[in-house]
């Protein structure tokens, strides 16, 4: 992609057209979900080794099944060692591939934005800033 594009967040209800044909994201969302199968997790195993990554088999398939696709579903089971902290943490390393759409000009991204931006007027930061303007507004002036 060249320049001209931007990244447009999109909800999961938004539409998609591919010339006559209109999907909502979800759709294609789960679509991409189903095909992270174990065919992609074993071939992301292989990847590993290749590259001097070796996990324990009792690690990958605790229960000896050969479940590669948990890279995508519940996870792997691993520890971390943060930069800084003293101790590991235990927890479950998990890949994710997104779906992205980008926008061919940024003035339509900041269009959509506009019009999808739900303030409501309490919200705003400016509340308090117009209060104390409105108040000093309607008390008289000392002279």
Known sequence: MNGKFYLL???????????EDTYKVHKLKKALNQSLTSDIGAKFNDSLSDNGVTIDETILKPTGDDDSGKWFSQGIDCEILRLGADRWKKGK???K????????????VETYRR?????EPSDSPLTDLRQ?????ESQPENQ
């Open 115 to 119: 019009n999808n931006l739900k303030l």
């Open 97 to 108: 591939i997104n779906l992205e759409f980008y926008i061919e000009e940024q003035s339509a």
């Open 132 to 136: 104390i303007v409105h108040q000093d």
């Open 93 to 95: 390393v998990k890949l």
């Open 9 to 19: 967040e999109c909800g999961d209800n938004d539409v998609l057209s591919f010339g």
